[in-house]
């Protein structure tokens, strides 16, 4: 006869629990629906706690303005430099495996041709692969080249490849202090490093990526290189520059490392979780090495570590990164839960809203 009350018990908390978690959803739809303008037509959110307590996904508004279909948790959209974390966490697990040393010069791992080319401003022999997944090389970063975004906004787009986009670097602008000294963020530094990676690996960076990082066992079933997956690049939704859809643009413009990758929100919040819980390196002390803040003389314009960047908000402590098409994705070590957003056209300022809204909303449970 005990048993009775014990379960009514069980069935008022799990009621008020159920209650609760709906708030909470509404609310953080609320927080979606509220930021949807003619200029950003659609947002995808997901939240995720490693115990799994929290875990929700969102999206507000369209997938395309033209046809108006409705926006789906489960989309890919293009991440841009987010890709940068796989890539650095990728050259991370080469050097645990004893494949290159961070300390190495570039010179000794790029092609002839390559080193050629950045030889006539650089001295690669003393550019390390640190110094290039930490942004303080020096290289000048091609896509601040007039031309660059001239050729991408082309009409039928312009199809690019690693040579050119080294040309550019060299051809457009000059080396930003010497090896080491200042930080300066470069997209053609992580190409390097894209090349790196597939020479080492002997495959394209859409295969070794992947590869290296098990994208299978972590789960990361919506995550690939554009191109490599029909069912991926099919939920890709239209994302916005200015206004104009940028949904035609060549892939390769962004592709050798820099960029690249598609995901959904949910993907990028499991590998950022998986990330920071061991399931990714072999060895703690290369998260450890992952998080180490440069020296510089002068405070830097952004906290980049290796391949993520700390960042605040709402005075919580977060590592995260961001990519040009919209996209940021933020681990908050101190509440042990990850969130990732695409808005369909990039937002105002250096965080994207959801994340502080989203903060609120939880700490008012």
């Not at 930003?176 to 992580?190: A, N």
């Not at 190409?191 to 002997?202: N, V, W, Y």
Request: charged letters at 20%.
């Amino acid at each position: 006869m005990k048993k009775a009350p014990i379960l009514l018990g069980l069935l008022f908390l799990l009621t008020q629990l159920h209650a609760q978690q709906a708030s909470e959803t509404l609310k953080l739809q609320e927080v979606l629906e509220k930021q949807l303008k003619e200029e950003m037509p659609g947002i995808l959110f997901h939240i995720q706690s490693e115990d799994g307590k929290i875990r929700w996904s969102g999206t507000a508004g369209v997938s395309e303005k033209e046809t108006g279909k409705k926006l789906l948790p489960n989309q890919t959209f293009r991440i841009a430099s987010v890709t940068k974390t796989f890539v650095a966490a990728s050259i991370l697990r080469l050097w645990e495996g004893g494949k290159l040393q961070l300390e190495d010069p570039v010179a000794s791992y790029i092609s002839t041709e390559h080193a050629q080319i950045l030889s006539q401003d650089y001295d690669l022999d003393k550019i390390s692969i640190l110094q290039v997944l930490q942004h303080n090389a020096g290289f000048f970063d091609h896509t601040h080249a007039p031309v660059f975004f001239e050729k991408v906004l082309q009409p039928g787009g312009h199809e690019w490849t690693r040579t050119e986009q080294l040309k550019l670097c060299v051809e457009a602008g000059e080396p930003i202090g010497k090896p080491g000294e200042k930080f300066s963020y470069s997209d053609t530094g992580y190409i390097i490093l894209g090349e790196i990676i597939e020479r080492i690996q002997g495959k394209t960076l859409g295969l070794a990526i992947p590869e290296i990082l098990e994208f299978e066992k972590l789960g990361l079933a919506n995550t690939a290189f554009e191109g490599l997956n029909p069912q991926i690049d099919q939920a890709r939704m239209h994302q916005y520059f200015q206004g104009q859809d940028t949904y035609s643009f060549h892939p390769s413009m962004d592709y050798f490392g820099g960029g690249g990758l598609l995901s959904t929100t949910e993907d990028l919040s499991r590998f950022f979780l998986a990330l920071f819980h061991g399931k990714v390196f072999k060895n703690p002390r290369t998260l450890k090495k992952m998080l180490e803040a440069p020296a510089y003389s002068e405070t830097p314009m952004m906290d980049y570590r290796i391949g993520i960047y700390r960042i605040e908000v709402n005075g919580v402590e977060a590592f995260s990164h961001a990519g040009f098409w919209g996209t940021q994705v933020a681990y908050f070590p101190s509440l042990d839960l990850a969130m990732a957003t695409n808005y369909s056209q990039i937002w105002k300022g250096r965080v994207p809203p959801v994340f502080g809204e989203a903060l609120d909303v939880l700490s008012r449970k």
